[in-house]
């Protein structure tokens, strides 16, 4: 089956560094969606892409669709405390899909020095 | 705006007890739901998901059940609950016409 791959599985950083993960997968996916969840709450939805080659920003958030179809990156501009969480990709599940299910890949925790 | 609650927040119960967590939905009509559960630093496994009224797909054999006896409120169950049941419990919902999902807050389930 489908499957997403996170990269790195876990990080830290220094505040105000910027921060790069990527999510990679064998098959082909026609949207890219960047999640963040903070402890002991829900996943909250940053940046959804739906275009091959798309660029989208959220504040100091910025995400791209692959042009392959195949990964997608967020990066993190000028890291601070608050950033930490773990960080979601989700892409639909192909080719047939009625209710809109998702594939998750595995996280990648972000633990910032202070 | 659309708006999703889960509730309860958080609950302790004794094996073999029976559970009942409830999401609903506010703000949208005819949503796609789903029911998550995530271990401990874990990531997210689909257990169930509904594209309408009464109409159930479940993704994972388990000890598990889920409903939808209304357009907007999605209900997870179980008759006797396991160790193994313990874990965070996310609803979420999607448009019909959206490859997006929306999440709620999260329940807490431990089993003692």
């Known amino acids: 089956g489908q499957q997403l791959n996170q990269s790195p599985q876990s990080m830290f950083i220094q505040e105000g560094e910027d921060v790069s993960m990527n999510c990679t997968s064998s098959?082909?996916?026609?949207?890219w969606l960047w999640y963040k969840q903070d402890p002991g709450e829900g996943p909250v939805l940053l940046i959804a892409l739906y275009k091959a080659g798309e660029l989208t920003s959220n504040g100091r958030l910025t995400a791209q669709f692959g042009i392959t179809r195949k990964d997608s990156f967020l990066n993190i501009s000028a890291s601070i405390p608050s950033d930490v969480g773990i960080y979601f990709c989700?892409?639909?599940?192909?080719?047939?899909?009625?209710?809109?299910?998702?594939?998750f890949g595995g996280g990648t925790r972000l633990m910032v020095k202070p | 705006s659309q708006t999703i609650h889960q509730w309860p927040a958080t609950l302790v119960q004794p094996v073999g007890s029976p559970l009942s967590l409830e999401c609903t939905v506010e703000g949208t009509s005819n949503p796609n739901l789903y029911w998550y559960r995530q271990a401990a630093g874990r990531g997210l496994q689909l257990l169930f998901y509904?594209?309408?009224?009464?109409?159930i797909s479940s993704e994972v054999p388990q000890n598990l059940s889920a409903s939808r006896p209304q357009d907007r409120q999605f209900i997870l169950s179980s008759k006797k609950l396991l160790l193994s049941d313990s874990g965070f419990y996310l609803c979420?919902?999607?448009?019909?016409?959206?490859?997006?999902?929306?999440f709620g807050p999260g329940t807490r389930l431990l089993v003692l």
């Open positions: 989700a892409g639909p599940l192909l080719p047939n899909n009625a209710g809109n299910m998702l594939t």
């Open positions: 979420a919902w999607s448009p019909s016409s959206l490859r997006t999902q929306y």
């Open positions: 098959s082909i996916f026609n949207t």
């Open positions: 509904s594209v309408g009224i009464g109409q």
